[in-house]
């Protein structure tokens, strides 16, 4: 084999156990946390037919999306899922039997052809961690998601995180009431860049998008305020669909209040957007404000007309997406995350040909006792398997020497303090667990 | 949005509820036992650059990769993985700090452009949970990984499988003994197919690829024998490398006979070859006999030289690939998998205004004691909030109608038995648990 050099695709990672294993319990707080908000799992392959992607994100994310050299120009075209909203919504379109509502989650990689961003948690291969519900207008169900946010970010002990709420309806009548209407995709496509970007850059995009320079004016007096839930309906009680949105916002609200999550999580924010062209309704977006540059935990919102257009029914759904790379990175720069190596608890050593059955018996015994356990596969010196132990960080080192086989004995070493104990082999488990 | 007609990529899956709950537990029964077994978790991009995965698997296997339409023709060119063990050990050569030897397990999808063939687990796109070590060539740790395949297997319930064990220096030391040594490529990539198709077509295969009728000739006559470990050694006697395969497997059953490996589930196989390239010592590959079209369950073998091709130390490596996909089709089939289409335990109605409260706080309740509990999102009529519990096999319904909140209790229903009590919520989650 000829020689390559060794290197990962740019925006894409190799994560080694002491990433992992907190990866992997982050996955497992979420899992736990949807079940039992009464969300099952479902899966969707990674790679989709083009067209089942495009035209439902808008324009610029639809740049973003891979594309596979597989039948180049036909319609079998295909492509790696951007997210895993539409290939959910398009799982939904085919399954016309699912007993409705049907609530899901669903978390594996997506991938995106943007500019990796690491110390933002933005690369082009990432987890998204989904969870929605389809088959209800309730805004129950909305409420629902934002107290699984707050749950999930509580017990990964995230502090400080606030979840901004806003509708699309009210962003709609906005568009409407600034003389817009027509150009609503536009505005909220921009107003979304205004937590990376100043004003300025905004509107200079909006100028761009032939948006009228009266418009852009009265857009930035209203957002710049502000402007509270009762203000905003104050200001804009002629605007029917603003009035609808503000009502779903208030409906949303008043279930917090009787989920118990606790008002200094969650904020009604009129400037928040959400950048994809699919949302109907409530959208939320959760940031840490005392961390500005490390992105959105989660977001998400409702999406109504997302199924009908796969030529399912009119079904109305609503998700949120936890982002997995980007929680990890707030916790890592948050120091949440504790040094962990392995999972393993023991290593037993190997001292050669005589006492190869002995250790090998106690390997098999401590694994049938469900304790994570490790035989050093080779007759190295002591010293070298026990420095292995310290440097991995196995709490435990298990030794049969030749005395100790006389003896019928175990020597079990703490690593930590380094004190050592002699015990028989019915003893052995209880001192390790 | 334009309508577009729903569609799964062909040879991938849309995986729902009732069979995603069992895919869950077999990974999570995996993942336990390969943490038992000293080994921990890692994960690689999907998406690696081209060259990366090109020349170790073989030029049959190198046409079944995915490419992607990026930067095609430089060497920025990029693909999806066809399995782990590459991308893991491109992995290995950019961490020479790794404490060895180093244990992992990596569960992940792989893709690979063959015809898919649903019946037999054979899809495009499919999950592999693979357990590696390197950095050592004790034999010990062969034996392990045969013996995790033993007990995920036996954990699952899977009768009568069995894991077929060979050594590719024997099958360089038949090439050598049939006068063909040069070809020991060819010719285990055609031996691989003799459980898929006849000794003839093999046969054929030969032919073309130019090995001597004579050498043929040898090999079927070898082969079609299924001699065991010591005759093999007795009609080999004068090839030092297949002397020293034979050896490496003696020890190998040596071991699992310490590790209480039964021996009806394990079996020495000359014929068994596995159709990569870059296997170099023991290969293994799991089987169910009386289900001859369900493909193996899983597979893997030492593989020595790969992370040396990657610029590395010549690192030894030893590891197994579980296949979900074949595993979970195999236990449809065998009728191992319980219907079950939800994980949620219990329903809470919704009858309208005067009871939200009480019951979105039951909910919340149940929630916070760790059950399952979903909520009936929408006001509807007793009987359709029944229906949907009944058709989606949840067990419990619980009910807070004017009369229960009067007398501040709440009617719990067994759905299995349509039995009903009334209790107060003190009583609720102990009744449920």
Known sequence: MSKIKPRTFKGARDFLPEDMLHRERILQVMRDIFKKYGFDPVETPAIEYLDVLTGKYGEEADRLIYRLNYKNGT???????????????RMVAMHPELNLPFRRYQMQPVWRADRPQPHQGRFREFYQCDVDCIGTDSMIVDAELIAI?????????IPGFLIKINNRKILNGIS????????????????DKLDKVTWTEVEAELKEKKVPSSAIEKLHSLISKELTLDALKNELKNIEIAQHGI?????????????????????FDVSLARGLDYYTGTIVETKLPAYPHIGSLNGGGRYNGLIASFGGKDTPAVGISMGLDRIFTAMQQLNLI???????????GNFGKETLEASL??????RANNINTEFYPEDAKLKKQFSYCDKKNIPYMCIIGESELQENKISLKKMKDSTQ??????DIAAAIL
Do not use: C
């Not at 946010?149 to 002990?157: A, F, G, Q």
């Not at 504790?338 to 037993?348: D, I, Q, R, S, Y």
């Open 75 to 89: 319609k079998d075209e295909a492509a790696l899922h951007y997210d895993l909203t539409v290939p959910f919504s």
């Open 176 to 191: 409407e009431y600034i003389g817009a209407g027509d150009q609503f995709s536009d505005i909220y496509t921009s107003i």
């Open 149 to 157: 946010t707050h749950e999930i970010l509580s017990v990964l002990k």
């Open 421 to 426: 104990v002699s015990l028989s082999l019915e």
């Open 361 to 366: 018996k106690l390997v098999a015994y401590l």
């Open 247 to 267: 009502k779903e916002v208030e409906e949303v609200i008043s279930y917090l209040k009787i989920l118990n999550v606790p008002e200094s999580h969650y904020k």
């Open 338 to 348: 504790e040094e962990v190596k392995t999972a393993t608890k023991v290593l037993v």
